[in-house]
C-alpha cells in the first residue's frame, strides 16, 4: 500500500508542454506513472510524445478529468499564474495538487490553500519535490531510481534531504516518500502525513525530517505523543546554522530558542523519536529501530 499516490493515480500535469513540466514529465512515465493529460489552453487539442507515447493536451483541468479520469495533477506553472492554476484544480474538484513552483507570494498560497480545502483537494506544496510512491508512481521531481519499495514512510521539508535518505536506505526501501516542501504555508503537513502513515498497514517506521524554523516539528511532536504507535526517526536541518541568520527555505525563520534544532530534537526525542545529528546517522537509526522490532 501508500499514502496519496498509487499505481492506480492518473496524473495530469499543469505546465506539460514548458521545459521543466516536459523533462519531467518523461521521468514520471519512466517511473511508471500513468501521467494521462497535460493542461495549457493555448494548446489544447494537441498531443506530445513522450518516447512513442502520446499524451494529450487540454484546455483545463476539468476537460482533462472529464476526458480521462484524472485524480491528481502537478503543477509546473510559473510563480504568477501557481494561484489561479491551483485554484482551477481545486475548482475542478481534483483530489490531489502537487504544486511544485518555488517562489510563490505567500499571499497567493494562503488563498489557494484556502480554495482547496473548501472544495477537498489536498495540496501537497508549493516550493517542493512532490511524492513517489516506489514501483508504481512519481508525481513531481524525486528521482526514481534511488531506492525501491519497502517499509519505511518518508516526510521531509527538504527536498534534497529526501533524496538523501531515500539513498542512504535505498536497500530496505520506502512505501511513500513526501516532500510537504519548507515555506511558511503549505498545503500538507508533518502532522497529515504521520496520520496517513499510522494508518498505512505496509509503513513499518516514519522518518521525519525537518529543519529550523517556526514550529511544524514541535506540532508534530506533540501528535506523536498522542497518535502515532510506530517507530519514529528524525532529522533536524539546520544544527551548525550560524545564530541569528535566516537560512535555507522562506519559513526558517529562528526567533530566539524557538525553531532552533536544537528545540526540535529536545521535543522530538521526549516523545520517543530517535534524532540523528547528521542524515547517515539518522539512516543508521533507521536500520537499528527496525532491526529491534
Known sequence: MAIYLTKESKVLVQGMTGGEGMKHTRRMLAAGTDVVG??????????????????????????????????????FVPPAFAKT??????????????????????????????????????????????????GQANAGIIPADITKPGPIGLVSKSGTLTYQLMYELRDIGFSTCVGIGGDPVVGTTHIDCLAAFQDDPDTEL??????????????????????????????????????????????AIVSGSSGTAAAKREALEAVGVSVGSTPTETAGQVLARLEGR
Open 38 to 75: 497535460g493542461v495549457n489552453p493555448r494548446k489544447a487539442g494537441r498531443t506530445v510524445d513522450f518516447d512513442g507515447r502520446a499524451v494529450p493536451v487540454f484546455g483545463s483541468v476539468a476537460e482533462g478529468m472529464r476526458a480521462t479520469g484524472a485524480d491528481v495533477t502537478v503543477v
Open 85 to 134: 492554476a491551483v485554484a482551477e484544480a481545486a475548482d475542478a474538484g481534483i483530489g490531489l495538487a502537487v504544486v511544485i513552483t518555488e517562489g510563490i507570494p505567500v499571499h497567493d498560497t494562503v488563498a489557494f490553500t484556502a480554495c482547496a480545502k473548501d472544495k477537498g483537494t489536498r495540496i501537497v506544496g508549493p516550493n517542493c519535490p512532490g511524492l513517489i510512491t516506489p
Open 206 to 251: 516514519i522518518v521525519l525530517i525537518g529543519e529550523i524554523g517556526g514550529d511544524a516539528e514541535e506540532r508534530a511532536a506533540a501528535y506523536i505523543r498522542e497518535h502515532v504507535t510506530k517507530p519514529v526517526v528524525g532529522y533536524i536541518a539546520g544544527f551548525t546554522a550560524p545564530e541569528g541568520k535566516t537560512m535555507g527555505h522562506a519559513g
